[in-house]
């Protein structure tokens, strides 16, 4: 992505602004959390995690035309008949997908993720009933014990926001390098971080420099944490490996409906490097890399939750036919519907302890055990750790 200097930026910040002024009122309403433009006279949001259309409509398919083509000059990429998709961001850090005919067949599609000021965090989780006190205090324990942790969920289940919440925990002292398709994390500004953005080339005179590329590159620059935010390819297989050999503490997100497919997604990722690795091999990896998956769930009411935080405990057997082994930590229960018909509930202990229980006191963290003393007992055999 060519570099845009502050001038131009700032005349890119208005010529975009008047294109996608029949969006304008949504751009500006700080409750729509997506923006989805099916052609030009079908345009719908979200909002707290529903479906609502509106009556907004752009001029013609050439005014939308025109205001997507100004959003990929801004990124620096092309809209043409050589490529028919984009993904970029407006202006004020909002992610943009654009795909265009003949691909789209009833007009330009555009879908907009707004991202705001991030002030999510565990204490914000616990405040609003998400999580406990006790599963909040673990979960920021096992950051700062550097376990990996690969946070799980469908689309729109609040994984990027989750990352952030756990990225938090993460001391100012460390150097952390984030990686990502499209930047969407806000981390801790006080903090060592160094943030990466793929990009995407339009030809020999614009490479493309893709998340396995800036994989390599992390790896030379001294990193004490790695946060990718999310595995998609064979980039999968340099994380597990990183996560094996002495870079502990990854933080990634992952498309997948249980703790489970998680690793089985991560698994066939692997398989997608050109290393050419046999399934059994990528599954010891992940088995071994893997220490926790917190499993986001979006609800029938529209509410995002955190379903369920397993450990992952290797293979029940070495081979081919090892299986994953989980020791479920904290479950998500369902307490019932206030007056507004919204889920009522909380992320609660299962009463077993992690296989790590007495790291804690052995790496100079007790003073954070508050809340979770069934969880890390000073006498982890007392509490049946598996």
Not at 149 to 155: F, L, N
Not at 279 to 298: E, F, K, P
Request: contains cysteine.
């Amino acid at each position: 992505m060519k570099v845009i200097p502050m001038q131009s930026s700032e005349i890119y910040q208005s010529s975009i602004a008047y294109f996608l002024r029949p969006i304008s009122s949504l751009l500006d309403d700080p409750d729509v959390t997506e923006i989805m433009i099916n052609g030009p006279g079908d345009i719908r949001t979200e909002r707290a995690g529903k479906l609502y259309c509106t009556e907004l409509k752009f001029a013609s398919d050439a005014t939308l035309l025109a205001a997507v083509r100004n959003i990929a000059e801004f990124n620096g990429r092309s809209l043409d008949e050589m490529n028919l998709a984009m993904d970029g961001r407006l202006p004020d850090g909002s992610r943009v997908h654009v795909i265009t005919p003949p691909t789209a067949k009833n007009g330009v599609h555009v879908t907009i993720r707004r991202f705001k000021k991030s002030t999510f965090n565990l204490k914000s989780l616990v405040e609003t009933q998400s999580l406990s006190d006790t599963a909040a205090e673990f979960l920021d324990i096992c950051v700062k014990l550097h376990k990996n942790i690969v946070i799980s969920g469908g689309t729109g289940t609040g994984k990027t926001s989750m990352l952030n919440a756990l990225s938090a925990c993460i001391p100012s002292d460390e150097r952390v390098i984030v990686i990502e398709d499209t930047s969407e994390l806000q981390l801790n500004e006080s903090g060592h971080t160094i943030s990466l953005e793929a990009q995407q080339g339009n030809g020999e005179d614009s490479p493309r420099l893709s998340i396995r590329e800036l994989f390599a590159n992390t790896l030379r620059m001294r990193p004490d944490r790695i946060i990718v935010g999310e595995v998609r390819r064979g980039e999968a297989l340099d994380l597990i490996q990183s996560m094996i050999s002495g870079h502990a503490g990854a933080l990634t997100t992952v498309h997948a409906n249980t703790p489970r497919d998680a690793v089985i997604r991560l698994e066939t990722l692997c398989l997608m490097n050109d290393a050419e690795l046999p399934v059994y091999v990528a599954r010891q990896q992940v088995a071994s890399a893997v220490n926790l998956v917190v499993q986001l769930a979006r609800m029938s009411d529209g509410s995002r939750r955190i379903q369920s935080i397993a450990e992952c405990c290797g293979l029940d057997q070495a081979g081919e036919r090892g299986q994953y082994v989980w020791n479920d930590l904290f479950q998500f229960q369902a307490t019932g519907k206030d007056e507004k018909g919204r889920i009522q509930g909380t992320l609660r202990s299962t009463g077993r302890t992690p296989s790590f229980a007495s790291e804690p006191f052995s790496m100079g963290l007790g003073e954070h055990v508050r809340f979770t003393t069934a969880q890390f007992p000073r006498d982890p055999a007392a509490n049946g750790t598996i």
